[in-house]
């Protein structure tokens, strides 16, 4: 109870708001002011630096070794993980699922075995033990495909040649050193490690034909989960973000990465969601993570980087990225040049852009440092190195790959753009951006709903939409 002595019978008592939250909101606000700046300081740069790489540097000049006004608590790593989350979702959802069974991917894959074990046979040789030398190994062989999708995506290179061959060495250069790390790096043994990855893909799977067998099985669930979908319901999004934490949680509960759990996540709606609908569910999707939780995610990570290790070791620091270009990013290009891989590139200039692309890497490092610090493999002061060494990477590698690649990135002869035209997609070189709107108002929030639960070719589906607009 609280006291009254000392006051009047007339005192209007304010109760105080809870503190708890006070410093992550503070940490919150300082975040987002980061985020906003980023894309405004590289437009006035020309955006000859990415706006990836600025909001890693701005997380690093307010993170505790800098300015030390944001800091990650609970609430803000809880704000970082989500925003991993959705940046693998997205790049699961970007990825033709076609062109990881071409012979480029095969050929990417090799291309990224061959490079791990010669790392991890050098540096057998150079630190104790070979949990380290694998621990190097996949930190400087990773490709941060989520990471450089932006820059992708501002560049207009989706859909090019270019475009699609960073997709094939990025998913490969992601995908595979997760795995490598839950089943050799892991506390538990490598055969139960397998067995339990092997029950995540079924989950995975399953959920995969749950919104379309559960719309079958209650009608009117479909009509409602269709009829919801605009206006402040948002049913369609809200699937999506629920199927990403759901996979997420398993992934967490089964200790693997949950980057794993989001990729699958993507994949699952890239395979549901009709291909003339991806276009337009994918700038809904990116109107919703890249607003809050992607930018936090960048800058989050830039906050871990401790500015005195980097003034402490400046050569190694800038070794890092020297090794990890040397590592990943010139087998990448030599392969391209003496080896007929599959791919559509005919000029140096975009296997080199590539390449570049290929080198750039940070989310890996990050998560496989940590487990390295966790599991006393590697002591903060390395692990800051490499974060440092691989933040670099994201800051110069896809600068570097712009600027070296054609004026005019080729179209990919795969993809067919009068199909996807006529299908609601405009082709990367869409012009003034007009078509772009008209593309979005093809499909409205009932036809992606539509098109999430009910199958394409079903009669019904039709009457479901007919229903929701006369509901609505």
């Known amino acids: 109870m609280l006291s009254t002595a000392g006051f009047g019978p007339d005192t209007i008592y304010l109760a105080a708001g809870a503190t708890e939250y006070t410093d992550s909101l503070k940490s ?18 020309g955006r000859k630096m990415p706006a990836v790489a600025l909001l890693i540097i701005f997380g690093m000049i307010i993170g505790p070794s800098i300015m030390d006004v944001a800091h990650q608590d609970a609430g803000i790593g809880m704000v970082k993980e989500l925003g991993v ?40 040789f150079l630190v104790d033990g070979f949990s380290m030398a694998l621990v190097m190994g996949l930190a400087l062989t990773s490709t941060a495909l989520g990471t450089i999708m932006p820059v992708l995506q501002q560049e ?13 060495h990025g998913a490969v250069g992601e995908v595979a050193p997760i795995t490598v790390m839950a089943l050799l790096l892991g506390t538990r043994d490598t055969f139960l490690t397998a067995i339990i990855l092997l029950g995540f893909i079924a ?13 079958k099985m209650l009608p009117v669930l479909r009509k409602a989960f269709v009829a919801s979908a605009g206006a402040t319901n948002q049913t369609t999004l809200r699937l999506i973000i629920t199927v990403l934490a759901i996979l997420m949680a398993i992934a967490a509960v089964f200790e693997l990465d949950i980057v794993l759990g989001a990729f699958a996540a993507g994949i699952i709606f890239n395979r549901i ?20 939780l992607i930018p936090a995610f960048f800058v989050v990570s830039g906050m871990s980087i401790n500015w005195d290790s980097i003034v402490g070791n400046p050569l190694k620091v800038l070794g890092i990225p020297l090794l990890i270009l040397f590592t990943r990013g010139l087998p990448v290009f030599l392969r391209e040049n003496v080896h007929h891989t599959g791919s559509e590139m005919e ?57 070296v690649g054609p004026k005019k990135p080729r179209k990919a002869s795969s993809s067919d753009d009068e199909d996807k035209q006529s299908a609601g997609q405009h082709p990367a070189d869409s012009g003034d951006g007009q078509d772009t ?34 509901r609505s």
């Open 28 to 45: 919150f606000a300082w975040i987002m002011a980061a985020a906003l700046l980023a894309p405004l300081v590289s437009f006035m740069l």
């Open 85 to 124: 989350g959705a940046l693998f979702l997205l790049a699961g959802f970007e990825i033709d699922l076609s062109t990881m069974k071409s012979r480029e991917a095969k050929n990417a894959l090799s291309t990224w075995t061959m490079c791990l074990a010669a790392c991890v046979v050098g540096a057998f």
């Open 156 to 168: 207009k290179l989706n859909g090019t040649v270019v475009g699609n061959s960073v997709m094939i």
């Open 203 to 215: 989950i995975a799977g399953l959920m995969m034909f749950a919104p379309q067998l559960i719309a």
């Open 273 to 292: 969601i009709p291909e003339e609908m991806h276009k337009s569910l994918e700038n809904r999707m990116n109107i919703v993570f890249h607003s809050m």
């Open 347 to 403: 000029t140096w200039r975009e296997r080199l852009q590539v390449a570049l692309f290929a080198a750039t890497g940070l989310p890996i490092i990050v998560a496989v440092t940590t487990i390295a610090v966790d599991s006393e493999i590697m002591g903060t002061e390395t692990a800051s190195i490499f974060i440092a060494g691989g933040a670099l990477t994201v800051a110069i590698f896809p600068l570097l790959a712009v600027l």
């Open 437 to 470: 709107d008209e593309d979005e108002d093809e499909h409205s929030h009932e036809d992606l709903a539509k098109g999430m639960v009910c199958d394409v070719d079903d009669g019904e589906a039709q009457k479901v939409q007919e229903d929701a607009g006369q």
